[in-house]
């Protein structure tokens, strides 16, 4: 723990700032990756870039989902008497100061400083805030403040307790440095202007020259001090000037996840950095293929097949699709053949990479702890049962998440309440308050009318009583119980006069700051939204334990006041779990409290006793009813708003997604329609190919026909000549030995002897 008496010369400023420095170390790996986380989740330039890789948006996404399931709702102030005992002080001192903080809550808009924190602790694992008292011409106000991770620094420790220092810092101007710490401190301190391109924004982010003050709660010290670089003296040492129970004006930040041991806070991110860098590579990778997704054929250059298939393209598509090659044969195919580049395979990559993607994103979502109930998913043949299962586990991984933002909303309302209760003007708190509460001289004004009225009837009745024993006409019995009925008429009203709580009682009993905390229990609404069905289980549940509780005390109504007042405890004991709100619990308490009147009113009127114990239970359960309508209405109200806003982004989420999943099938059926146009083109022409090459055969098949058919035909009618003058010679030959033969017989007829 740092102690003043370590520091050498606290009225230097190098001291203090050299602590500064080694706190900023301490945390500098932490603010690194918060630089770098936040500018993966919303830098502007560098998403707009012309040149930037495509990225796949789930770290956005996750946050946008994580941001309202942590936190959706501003956070009501609830103050409330620790026991539950029915002193009139201090439930009215109860009432007054948590109407008082309300009004602080709406003044300083405490919705956008918890909206800040909540996406501090989504998005890089630490929230801080900061709680300051301002009393000027507007009058005086609690402030309660986000401070940026990097204007805000403690001493490095392991527990929050054992933290000795907090620091916040300011940017200041020229003229406020001058007005607020002099012209020496003022010409001394160092400027910056904006950051530069790549830099750091720190805390001037306009194009003033400003300085960094730092605001320093030294515990063990008790002091608070204000140095800059750049002045050597510190610029104001004093006691704290605001007195607070824990010291410090912030709560404890809220974490998402601390390092072991330390208060160095571990985004959440870090632990599914791995698979948002693979899920962003396999973005980039499948839009690199998506451009190659072309169908492009490559061919031999020149030759009339060249010229036939590039002819027939131009008349066919206007893209050109064909790329002519000089040398065909590196790709490994013929002169004439053509090479197609593969889309087929490109699209099966695509795909392929596509479910690699789907199952990294299942697997951050594991990670992460977000259920798709929790982010408007669902499938159609899963159940109900099945659905709440998931949606209570969503529910659970972020309830510490929830908690932390309830607790700083808790802290702030404590520190501002304590702020309001020991440095606010009266006329300041009933105005906030709005309550019309007496003085303690206009309660003695009243208790002494009420002691008037009393002995003026007294006096009169003692004149009256006098002259009737005066004349004999009275029993002096008789004008005894008479004053004593004047005296029990009277006595009631003075002593309720009497205990009214004032508002003097109210601020003395807020400004004891040793009592105070031990009296009054100070928290928060719920900062999420119920769950719609849960809630109206609840206050049915409610409804039937008070009704049955009515029920079953009614007989002891009839034992008399103390037997009453124990039904009306056995009330508030049976209700306890439930919080059915200020103005429920304070006519439950009335009604206890009146019990004992309630039971006398019941014996002196007979019958009338139960009309009075059931008006009084009618109006308790009509309060109730009219309390659990509006309450009801307001929280289906809220819930069916929110339940629309998680409906539209959904499914405006699930049309996005079924619009890139129709523009990628699209795409993917119009490139396969073009490779199957593309082919069927192809064909034709190999086909019309084919049918030239058989035209040009048929022709010269049909000339060598003609002339083997001349040859044949030579040959025949060399065969004919050829026959023809053998036939000519053998039938001269026949007709030779005809002849021959003839001349024979005649000669051999001549030479027989006639008959």
Same mark, same amino acid.
């Given at each position: 723990m740092t102690d003043i008496d370590d520091i050498d010369e606290p009225s230097r400023s190098a001291e203090w700032l050299e602590m500064i420095e080694d706190a900023e170390r301490y945390f500098d790996g932490w603010q690194g990756k918060a630089d770098n986380i936040d500018r993966l989740y919303s830098d502007l330039e560098r998403m707009a870039g012309a040149a930037r890789d495509r990225q796949f948006a789930l770290f956005w996404s996750n946050i946008q989902v994580m941001l309202p399931a942590i936190y959706a709702r501003s956070p009501i102030p609830v103050v409330t008497p620790k026991f539950k005992d029915r002193r009139p002080l201090y439930r009215t001192a109860s009432e007054f100061l948590e109407r008082g903080c309300v009004v602080s809550f709406d003044m300083a808009d405490i919705d956008g400083t918890m909206q800040a924190l909540r996406d501090d602790l989504a998005i890089v694992g630490r929230g801080a805030a900061w709680v300051r008292y301002e009393d000027d011409d507007n009058g005086e106000r609690v402030c309660y403040e986000h401070v940026d991770r990097r204007d805000f620094l403690h001493e490095p420790a392991r527990r929050w307790c054992d933290v000795s220092w907090v620091a916040r810092r300011g940017w200041l101007t020229r003229r406020e440095m001058r007005e607020r710490f002099g012209a020496e401190a003022a010409a001394n301190a160092s400027y910056s202007t904006r950051p530069g391109e790549g830099q750091v924004v720190t805390g001037a982010t306009d194009h003033r020259e400003k300085c960094g003050v730092w605001e320093i709660w030294h515990k063990p010290g008790n002091r608070v001090v204000w140095v800059s670089e750049g002045v050597e003296t510190v610029l104001e040492d004093a006691e704290p000037h605001l007195t607070? #129970?824990?010291?410090? /004006?912030?709560? +404890? /930040? %809220?974490?998402?996840?601390?390092?072991?041991?330390?208060?160095?806070?571990? !985004?959440? &991110?870090?632990?599914?950095?791995?698979? *948002?860098? #693979?899920?962003?590579?396999?973005?980039?990778?499948?839009?690199? *293929?998506?451009? %190659?997704?072309?169908?492009?054929?490559?061919?031999?250059a020149g030759g009339e097949i060249g010229d036939a298939i590039e002819a027939a393209m131009s008349?066919?598509?206007?893209?050109?699709?064909?790329?002519?090659?000089?040398? *065909?044969?590196?790709?490994?195919?013929?002169?004439?053949?053509?090479v197609w580049l593969p889309i087929d395979q490109v699209a099966q990559t695509i795909l392929a990479c596509a479910e690699l993607r789907r199952q990294l994103i299942d697997d951050v979502y594991q990670i992460v702890g977000l259920s798709d109930i929790m982010r408007g998913q669902t499938q159609a043949d899963e159940t109900y049962g099945a659905q709440r299962i998931k949606q209570q586990n969503g529910s659970?991984?972020?309830?510490?998440?929830?908690?932390?933002l309830v607790r700083i909303a808790r802290d702030l309302?404590?520190?501002?309440? =304590?702020?309001?209760? =020991?440095?606010?003007?009266?006329?300041?708190?009933?105005?906030?308050?709005? &309550?019309?509460?007496?003085?303690?001289?206009?309660?003695?004004?009243?208790?002494?009318?009420?002691?008037?009225?009393?002995?003026? #009837?007294?006096?009169?009745?003692?004149?009256?009583?006098?002259?009737?024993?005066?004349?004999?006409?009275?029993? !002096?019995?008789?004008?005894?119980?008479?004053?004593?009925?004047?005296?029990a008429k009277w006595a009631p009203q003075i002593r309720q006069a009497g205990d009214q709580v004032t508002i003097d009682q109210v601020m003395e009993f807020l400004q004891d700051e040793k009592l105070?905390?031990?009296?009054?229990?100070?928290?928060?609404?719920?900062?999420?939204? /119920?769950? #719609?069905?849960? +809630?109206?289980?609840?206050?049915?549940?409610?409804?039937?334990?008070?009704?049955?509780?009515?029920?079953?005390?009614? !007989?002891?109504?009839?034992?008399?006041?103390?037997?009453?007042?124990?039904?009306?405890?056995?009330?508030?004991?049976?209700?306890?779990p439930y919080r059915v709100g200020r103005e429920l619990e304070g006519l439950i308490d009335d009604f206890v409290d009146s019990a004992p009147q309630i039971a006398d009113r019941m014996g002196q009127q007979g019958e009338g006793e139960d009309e009075g114990l059931a008006a009084a239970q009618m109006k308790?359960?009509?309060?109730? &009813?009219?309390?659990?309508?509006?309450?009801?209405?307001?929280?289906q109200a809220n819930a069916q708003l929110k339940m629309q806003e998680l409906q539209l982004k959904a499914a405006e989420a699930q049309e996005k997604?079924?619009?890139?999943?129709?523009?990628?099938?699209?795409?993917?059926?119009?490139?396969?329609?073009?490779?199957?146009?593309?082919?069927?083109?192809? =064909?034709?022409?190999?086909? +019309?190919? &084919? *049918?030239?090459?058989?035209?040009?055969?048929?022709?010269?098949?049909?000339?060598?026909? =003609?002339?083997?058919?001349?040859?044949?035909?030579?040959?025949?009618?060399?065969?004919?000549?050829?026959?023809?003058?053998?036939d000519r010679q053998t039938e001269a030959q026949f007709r030779a030995r005809g002849e021959e033969r003839a001349d024979r017989q005649q000669q051999i007829a001549e030479r027989q002897p006639p008959k």
């Amino acid at each position: 723990m740092t102690d003043i008496d370590d520091i050498d010369e606290p009225s230097r400023s190098a001291e203090w700032l050299e602590m500064i420095e080694d706190a900023e170390r301490y945390f500098d790996g932490w603010q690194g990756k918060a630089d770098n986380i936040d500018r993966l989740y919303s830098d502007l330039e560098r998403m707009a870039g012309a040149a930037r890789d495509r990225q796949f948006a789930l770290f956005w996404s996750n946050i946008q989902v994580m941001l309202p399931a942590i936190y959706a709702r501003s956070p009501i102030p609830v103050v409330t008497p620790k026991f539950k005992d029915r002193r009139p002080l201090y439930r009215t001192a109860s009432e007054f100061l948590e109407r008082g903080c309300v009004v602080s809550f709406d003044m300083a808009d405490i919705d956008g400083t918890m909206q800040a924190l909540r996406d501090d602790l989504a998005i890089v694992g630490r929230g801080a805030a900061w709680v300051r008292y301002e009393d000027d011409d507007n009058g005086e106000r609690v402030c309660y403040e986000h401070v940026d991770r990097r204007d805000f620094l403690h001493e490095p420790a392991r527990r929050w307790c054992d933290v000795s220092w907090v620091a916040r810092r300011g940017w200041l101007t020229r003229r406020e440095m001058r007005e607020r710490f002099g012209a020496e401190a003022a010409a001394n301190a160092s400027y910056s202007t904006r950051p530069g391109e790549g830099q750091v924004v720190t805390g001037a982010t306009d194009h003033r020259e400003k300085c960094g003050v730092w605001e320093i709660w030294h515990k063990p010290g008790n002091r608070v001090v204000w140095v800059s670089e750049g002045v050597e003296t510190v610029l104001e040492d004093a006691e704290p000037h605001l007195t607070l #129970e824990g010291f410090f /004006p912030c709560p +404890e /930040p %809220a974490y998402s996840t601390v390092q072991r041991r330390t208060l160095i806070p571990v !985004p959440d &991110m870090v632990y599914y950095k791995d698979q *948002l860098e #693979e899920i962003n590579d396999l973005t980039s990778r499948m839009h690199g *293929l998506g451009k %190659a997704l072309v169908l492009k054929g490559f061919y031999a250059a020149g030759g009339e097949i060249g010229d036939a298939i590039e002819a027939a393209m131009s008349l066919q598509d206007d893209g050109k699709i064909m790329v002519p090659v000089s040398s *065909l044969a590196a790709f490994g195919s013929g002169s004439d053949g053509i090479v197609w580049l593969p889309i087929d395979q490109v699209a099966q990559t695509i795909l392929a990479c596509a479910e690699l993607r789907r199952q990294l994103i299942d697997d951050v979502y594991q990670i992460v702890g977000l259920s798709d109930i929790m982010r408007g998913q669902t499938q159609a043949d899963e159940t109900y049962g099945a659905q709440r299962i998931k949606q209570q586990n969503g529910s659970a991984r972020v309830r510490d998440k929830q908690q932390a933002l309830v607790r700083i909303a808790r802290d702030l309302v404590r520190l501002g309440a =304590e702020i309001m209760a =020991e440095d606010f003007d009266q006329d300041t708190l009933i105005d906030m308050a709005q &309550m019309d509460l007496p003085t303690d001289a206009d309660v003695k004004k009243q208790v002494a009318a009420l002691e008037k009225q009393a002995k003026d #009837e007294l006096e009169g009745f003692a004149e009256q009583a006098e002259q009737a024993v005066q004349q004999g006409q009275a029993d !002096p019995q008789q004008l005894q119980a008479q004053q004593q009925e004047i005296l029990a008429k009277w006595a009631p009203q003075i002593r309720q006069a009497g205990d009214q709580v004032t508002i003097d009682q109210v601020m003395e009993f807020l400004q004891d700051e040793k009592l105070r905390p031990f009296v009054l229990d100070i928290e928060t609404d719920s900062t999420i939204y /119920p769950d #719609e069905a849960e +809630e109206k289980a609840s206050r049915a549940e409610f409804m039937q334990v008070f009704m049955g509780s009515m029920a079953g005390l009614a !007989p002891m109504a009839q034992m008399g006041p103390e037997a009453l007042a124990l039904a009306g405890a056995t009330i508030k004991f049976a209700l306890a779990p439930y919080r059915v709100g200020r103005e429920l619990e304070g006519l439950i308490d009335d009604f206890v409290d009146s019990a004992p009147q309630i039971a006398d009113r019941m014996g002196q009127q007979g019958e009338g006793e139960d009309e009075g114990l059931a008006a009084a239970q009618m109006k308790l359960a009509e309060a109730e &009813m009219a309390k659990v309508q509006s309450q009801t209405e307001a929280n289906q109200a809220n819930a069916q708003l929110k339940m629309q806003e998680l409906q539209l982004k959904a499914a405006e989420a699930q049309e996005k997604a079924s619009q890139s999943q129709q523009e990628f099938a699209l795409s993917v059926q119009d490139a396969e329609g073009k490779i199957a146009k593309t082919q069927a083109d192809i =064909e034709k022409i190999h086909a +019309e190919i &084919m *049918l030239a090459e058989q035209k040009l055969g048929l022709e010269a098949q049909r000339e060598e026909r =003609e002339d083997i058919k001349t040859a044949v035909d030579i040959e025949m009618r060399s065969a004919d000549q050829a026959m023809a003058a053998q036939d000519r010679q053998t039938e001269a030959q026949f007709r030779a030995r005809g002849e021959e033969r003839a001349d024979r017989q005649q000669q051999i007829a001549e030479r027989q002897p006639p008959k």
